[in-house]
């Protein structure tokens, strides 16, 4: 009996089959032969795949449905390497699953890494299948490939052999990640963004380095990985949960999470996979056009952007096809007529056969959740939302320089021109110094560094300040008119204040460029080429993610609950925290501890705990008198269909649990990293400052916004019925008063929203 009813998936693209799966299935059973995995030996007796398990299994008619257009060559290989995942993926897990022999399990993943050398360069000689399999394939494809797409490639084989150590930890302590560190972590882990790379062999066309890294083309591969990830735990949760014992699932995930039946659970995470296809689908026919259109992309540019997403979508049907009919997985009534639900077609069945598994009839799964997307009306009178108790373990300290920094803080601002009226608003100013001085920016910086020196914590407040106010500025310059393309334009000018070369900088033109200007001066000045570029990265990242949050306004889309928390780390200023504490002591660490899992997972734990901190506190300001969208709160009461009361207890227990995995992480994954990297004491001791430093800005921010009053709806009515900018006055509710909530569609500002980060 299966552990519960499969949901009714999400899929607009019917799956094909590739003409040469015949003769995939007698190449990859041959080589699968050849390098010895139908002979290799469990620990404890028998052999991991027998010939007969591995044709259940079918892989050659996984491959022959994800990449329905490539010629045999191209099949042959690339079910070769599927072939290879998953025997290593089997082989590990049986290695090392029992016996618990992380040591073991670390020596097998080093030596493995090992066979993917660069050309020419010596491997050694395999001693079991999985090294047997990979130094084959690697000889086979690397040769034909580019730098760039060996280098991607290498990384995500990397990850996804490296990253098993996560799940045989966690088995080990018996530990079940949260929602977010799970999703993150299985992209590591699972097979997806490899997957991706091979698409770019079945379709002959590789992505230009010059798009690989931008945006949309990382969305696309992030929305790729978990909406496979997520397809496959769904398909793979009685195989490894209730057989084998494992805990990495995401079903299992959300059962514990929520606290709900595993039904409930797999549905949940069906909504969470519709969620992703769909932003898939909005960056591929949206973002997309649009990159390619900026950076003037060639013709054969073009055709290999657009092979590659075509090739993702068709990975995406092949997938789900093969999901249904393979006998690895649970997936009874997975091939059986539609389930969608009534609809003027209900009942009247529909296509049957090879391809036709993913064709609904009816009304398609996830256009509900889709509609609901773009149905939130703006300023709704939601009244104050309590925050809910918060587990927070660290005290607070204040340094002793905060009255000083006070006093300096406005006049800073005074001089940057924050409080003057600017021309292209009509003359209005987005701050005056009564306001200001309500949010007593110099408090939450010496509460984050109550150690720093008098300078420092000018310095840290200067940023608070500017990042703040450059927020608060795009919204109100270019939100009300949805003038984005000068949103844009604006963006761009702000990497000239902004010289590597620590050169001349044009005229500011606005308080955001002059305060910028300064601060680049004073802060990257003394930084070498490598410290600059890194630091300007990381604040035009952040710049940048403001205008991805006007065209959601723009759009009046409530953003996919991936999307918001991890484009809210950039809004938030969060990337650019974790840049600024590594330029304080850029030496102390080698640069590959940062690129580690367990670093990111430290730090967008704390980065994930401060930004829905402010969510938490700033809920009415920004849903009811700023008209916004982008809150945690209002991404799941929009998500989960539930009112904001408990959206805002599933936003503090998400707060909890990454609490609790930043205190997992600093006192069992730390003390292990220092080890494997063999750190020295200055580098363990640097290691150690970063982790208190991240505690204090935690806990500094969520008692700054405790005591600051610019949350309290007190302060919100006084603030819209004085008409400060952004805000407006609180809206009649009931019978025919809808009407003035749609009028206020083209008033939007979404002025005061809050960054909080520091150097």
Known sequence: MQAFTLPDFYLVHPARLNPHLEAARAHSAAW?????????????????????????????????YTHPDCDGPALDLITDWYVWVFFFDDHFLEQFKYSRDLPGARAYLRRLGTFMAEPGQPSPTPDHPAEAGLADLWARTAPA???????????????LMVESLWELDNIDLGRIANPIEYIQVRRRVGGAPWSANLVEIAVGAELPDRFAATRPMRVL????????????????????????????NA????????????????????????????????????????????HAATPDEQLAVGGYVKGLQDWQSGGQE?????????????????????GPLAGLGGPSGLGTSGLRLGPLPGLRRRNRQYAHRPYLPVGHLTPPGLYMPYSVRTSPHLVRTRRYAVGWARRMGMFDGLPGLAGTAVWDEHR??????????????????AEQLELSTDWLAWGTYGDDYFPLAFGTTRNLPAAKLCNERLSAFMPLDAGPTPEPANPVERGLADLWRRTAGPLDDRGRREFRTAIEDMTSSWLWELDNQARNRVPDPIDYVEMRRRTFGSDLTASLARLANPDALPPEIYRTRVMHELDTAAQDYAAFTNDLFSYQKEIEFEGEVHN????????????????????????????RQFE?????????????????EPARRALAGHVELLRNWMSGILEWHRRCARYTEAELRRRAAEGVAGFVPPTPSGLGTSAALLGRDGAHSGADRDVVFVP
């Not at 490939?145 to 990850?159: D, E, K, L, P």
């Not at 409930?264 to 969470?272: C, F, G, H, K």
């Open 145 to 159: 490939r580019s730098a760039g797409w060996r280098r991607r490639f290498t990384i995500s084989t990397h990850n």
């Open 251 to 294: 079903v299992l995930v959300f059962e514990r999470f929520f606290d709900t039946s595993t039904q409930r659970a797999a549905e949940l995470v069906n909504d969470v996979l519709t969620s992703r296809m769909q932003q898939f689908e909005d960056t591929a026919l949206g973002e997309v056009p649009a990159l390619l259109a900026e």
């Open 32 to 64: 699968a032969d050849r390098m010895g995995m139908l002979d290799a030996p469990k620990p404890g007796g028998g052999v991991v795949w027998t010939a007969d398990a591995l044709a259940k299994m079918d892989y050659a008619l996984l491959c022959a």
């Open 436 to 453: 200001f001085l309500g949010f007593d920016f110099a408090h939450c910086a010496a509460m984050i560094h109550a150690d720093a020196e």
């Open 664 to 680: 997992h992480i600093a006192e069992h994954d730390l003390p292990t990293l220092t080890e494997d990297f063999e750190l020295d």
């Open 221 to 248: 591969s992030d929305t790729f990985a978990d909406a496979v990830h997520l397809r496959n735990d769904l398909f793979s949760y009685q195989r490894e949960v209730e057989e084998e014992g494992e805990n990495s």
């Open 322 to 342: 093969w999901h249904a009919r393979s006998s690895r997985y649970m997936n009874d009534g997975a091939l059986d007529g539609p389930t969608a639900g009534p």
């Open 632 to 659: 945690i709160v209002l991404v799941l009461e929009n998500f989960l269909g539930v009112d904001r009361w408990a959206a805002r207890d599933f936003v503090a227990a998400l707060m909890e649990s990454r609490l």
